[in-house]
C-alpha cells in the first residue's frame, strides 16, 4: 500500500504544515488530484497525490507541522489485508496490543485519523517493554469497559480473573492522568498555558477540544493560568473568573516565521538609508482616469500603482545600482538586466512578496494584467515559492490603509524598496503665469529605502527623483 510522503516543493524546505485535507478516507483519487494544503516557510502550496486509488488513511491531522519525508497520507488497497478477506481499516489483534494503553481511548480515534496511538505498522519495529503476568488481560479489559461499544476480545473470556494484589495505592494525580486530545490541540493548550487534566473532554470518544481549551484560556484569571492550580488534588481553586481574554498566543510559523527571520537578517546586516519626496500627482490621477476608460483597458484594473511601476521601471534604466545587489559572500556587486518587480501584499497568513517576472519587457497593458493577477493571488494564499524568489526590486503601498509613507526593510537579495503612501486632496501651491496660488491638488509621498553599501546619496537622490517626475508628470516618461 504506498504512503506519500511529504516533498520537498520549494528549495531549502524542511517542514510543512497540514492546513486542510482535500480528500477523505474512502474517496478514490487519480494522479495530480489535490489531496491537501500544505504551508511552507513561503506560501500555501496545493499538494497533487501521484498516486491513483482509494484513500485507506490520512496520516497527519490538519493543523500539524510535519518534517520533509514524512508520510501523510495512505493510498491503494491493502493487499495483504485483501488476501485475508480482512478489511484494511480493521487492526489485528497484534497491532491492538500494541496500541498506548496508558490511554484507554487510543483504540477509539475516528476514521482516518489516530488521536494517541498508532499501529505497529505505522511506526516501524518496535520493542515493547516486558509486562507483569496478568496485566495484558488487566489493560484490555479496562479499555473495553472505557468504550462500551467495544466488545472484549473472544480469548479474554477465557482467560481467569485476574486479582489484584492486596495493596493501596495512593489516587492518581491530576498531572499523572492521560488526557485525550489531538497533537494540534495538546500543542494549542501547551501555548496557552492550560492544564489540560482540569478539563473533561467533550470531543469524539472524550476528547479534549480546541474550542475548551480556548475557552479555559478565557476564563483564567489575570496573571495566571491553570498550571497555577494546586496538582496535588483534584479541587481546583475557587477564585473568581475574568468574562474575556486578556491574551492570545498565537503560534509563529510559516510564512510570517520566514518573512520575520528576511527583516531581522536585512535589517541588521544591510546599512539602510531612507529619503523622502512628496509631491503632486494630480496629472497622475488624470492619467489613470483616462486609461480606465480606453478600449485597450477596459478589462483590466487601471490605478495609480500601475504608473508608479512603471516610472520605476524606467527609472532604473538610469540608475541601475537599484536593481543590483551586494553579494557578501562573494564579495561582488551583481548587476541584473532585467527587474523582477515585486509587490509586498499583506494576507492572513503574513506579508509576502511576490514578484513579476522580466517586468521591465512590458507594456502597460501586460504590466496591467500582471499586477492584477499577482495580488489576486496573494489574497487567496496561492502564491507558489516560485513566485516569491528572484527579485530584485521591491514596492510596497501603504496608501491603501491611508498611511502617508514609511521606512519599508529591503528585502533580501535585493538593494532598495520604495514606499508609495496615500494620494489626498491638499492644499498646494502651483505657478501659473507666474503668479503662485494655493490650490487643492492630489498629494501623495514616496520614501525610498536603499542598501548604502553600494548605493550612494547621488543615486538614491536621482532614482527618487526620476520616480517623482514622471508621477508629476507622465509625459515626461517619453524621456526616458
Not at 510559516?254 to 496629472?283: C, I, N, Y
Request: proline share 8%.
Amino acid at each position: 500500500m504506498p504512503e506519500y510522503k511529504l516533498p520537498d516543493v520549494g528549495e531549502g524546505l524542511t517542514e510543512a504544515e497540514v492546513v486542510a485535507w482535500r480528500v477523505k478516507v474512502g474517496d478514490v483519487i487519480e494522479v495530480n488530484e489535490i489531496v491537501c494544503d500544505i504551508e511552507t516557510a513561503k506560501s500555501i502550496v496545493e499538494l497533487p497525490s501521484p498516486y491513483a486509488g482509494e484513500v485507506t488513511a490520512l496520516l497527519v491531522p490538519e493543523g500539524e507541522t510535519v518534517a520533509v519525508g514524512t508520510p501523510i497520507i495512505r493510498i491503494g488497497a491493502d493487499e495483504s489485508a485483501a488476501a485475508s478477506g480482512a478489511s484494511p481499516a480493521t487492526p489485528t489483534p497484534e497491532a491492538e496490543m500494541d496500541i498506548d494503553l496508558s490511554n484507554p481511548a487510543a483504540s477509539g480515534g475516528g476514521e482516518g485519523e489516530s488521536l494517541v496511538g498508532r499501529n505497529k505498522a505505522d511506526r516501524g519495529p518496535t520493542r515493547r517493554a516486558r509486562r507483569a503476568p496478568g496485566a495484558e488481560a488487566a489493560n484490555k479489559q479496562a479499555q473495553a469497559a472505557f468504550d462500551p461499544g467495544t466488545s472484549p476480545a473472544p480469548e479474554l473470556e477465557e482467560l481467569p480473573e485476574v486479582s489484584p494484589p492486596p495493596m493501596q495505592t495512593a489516587p492518581a494525580a491530576p498531572a499523572d492522568v492521560r488526557v485525550l486530545a489531538k497533537p494540534p490541540v495538546r500543542k494549542l493548550a501547551k501555548d496557552l498555558g492550560v492544564d489540560l487534566t482540569t478539563l473533561t473532554g467533550e470531543g469524539p470518544q472524550g476528547s479534549v477540544t480546541r474550542e475548551q481549551v480556548q475557552a479555559a484560556a478565557a476564563s483564567a484569571p489575570a496573571g495566571e493560568t491553570s498550571y497555577g492550580q494546586d496538582v496535588r488534588s483534584s479541587v481546583t481553586h475557587d477564585v473568581p473568573r475574568a468574562t474575556g481574554a486578556r491574551e492570545t498566543r498565537e503560534p509563529i510559523k510559516g510564512v510570517r516565521k520566514m518573512m520575520g527571520q528576511a527583516m531581522v537578517d536585512s535589517a541588521f546586516t544591510a546599512p539602510h538609508v531612507t529619503e523622502w519626496v512628496t509631491l503632486d500627482a494630480t496629472r497622475t490621477m488624470e492619467l489613470v482616469e483616462r486609461l480606465k476608460s480606453h478600449r485597450e483597458f477596459r478589462d483590466v484594473k487601471v490605478s495609480p500603482l500601475l504608473v508608479l511601476a512603471k516610472a520605476c521601471l524606467l527609472a532604473i534604466r538610469r540608475t541601475p545600482e537599484i536593481n543590483s545587489f551586494w553579494d557578501e559572500a562573494a564579495q561582488e556587486v551583481v548587476y541584473k538586466h532585467y527587474v523582477n518587480l515585486g509587490i509586498a501584499a499583506a494576507t492572513p497568513r503574513g506579508l509576502v512578496v511576490p514578484n513579476v517576472k522580466d517586468a521591465d519587457a512590458m507594456t502597460l497593458r501586460e504590466l496591467a494584467e500582471a499586477l492584477g493577477d499577482l495580488t489576486a493571488t496573494a489574497r487567496e494564499g496561492k502564491t507558489q515559492p516560485a513566485d516569491m524568489s528572484g527579485g530584485s526590486f521591491t514596492i510596497t503601498n501603504v496608501g491603501v490603509f491611508g498611511v502617508d509613507a514609511g521606512t519599508p526593510i529591503i528585502n533580501p537579495g535585493e538593494s532598495a524598496i520604495l514606499c508609495f503612501g496615500s494620494i489626498t486632496r491638499k492644499p498646494w501651491v502651483v505657478v501659473e503665469d507666474g503668479e503662485e496660488r494655493i490650490v487643492p491638488r492630489h498629494v501623495t509621498t514616496l520614501a525610498l529605502s536603499f542598501d548604502h553599501r553600494h548605493v550612494d546619496g547621488e543615486k538614491g537622490s536621482r532614482f527618487l527623483a526620476d520616480v517623482a517626475a514622471i508621477l508629476e508628470d507622465p509625459a515626461s516618461a517619453l524621456l526616458f
